[in-house]
């Protein structure tokens, strides 16, 4: 019998044969994200009351924007 060793990313929960692999997986995260700025629409023109866009900043600096779909 055959003991298997795999690795998991902490972020994404990919497998990996290779530590090596999944270290560079985690590695390459944007962790720590900051909510910087959301934008609304009027409850006229969108009643759920969810943001349309969020500004995201990360630990590296670098803003990001999400929009709703």
Do not use: W
């Amino acid at each position: 019998m055959k003991t298997l060793e795999k690795y998991q990313c902490e972020y994404c929960h990919t497998e990996y044969r290779e530590k090596s692999a999944c270290e560079q997986c985690e590695k390459n995260h944007k962790v720590k994200p900051k909510i910087k700025k959301t934008i609304y629409q009027s409850y006229e023109m969108d009643r759920s009351g969810y943001p349309m866009r969020l500004n995201i900043e990360f630990e590296n600096g670098e803003t990001i924007t999400y929009k709703r779909g």
